[in-house]
């Protein structure tokens, strides 16, 4: 059995998480075994993502599960195209270009997408990951 394997279970006979988390995950761990030895995607090849997920796991307890359709995603890039000058000056004060975004092509958007993966690990125990499925 991995030590991923038994956490899961042990966090589920603690009633941490409910059976249908432990399920979610168990399965989200076969996938990822099952995806090293998937044929990797061709370049141009079509990309069939319809979430973005957030998962932060604190240790002390915290969890946070986030999914964002990507059809929102899309919408807002689309949206971003159409703000007032003012709003849009107000954003790229923050740091924020939505110019770059919305001429981003959608084939483009989905392909940085897809290899979008974010795995942070904490020394104390905190794990963030950032992926797209």
Known sequence: MTEERRKILEMLSE???TAED???L???IEAGASSATKTPRKPGEKCKLKWLLVHVDGNDGDKVNVRVPISLIRTGIKL???LPPGATERIRASGFDLNDLHQLA???LM???ADLQVNV???D???VRVYCE
């Open 26 to 28: 168990l399965d989200r």
């Open 22 to 24: 432990a399920e979610r």
């Open 80 to 82: 971003g195209a159409i």
């Open 15 to 17: 009633g941490k998480i």
């Open 125 to 127: 125990g905190d794990t």
């Open 111 to 113: 392909e940085a997408l």
């Open 106 to 108: 959608d084939e483009d």
């Open 121 to 123: 690990n904490s020394e």
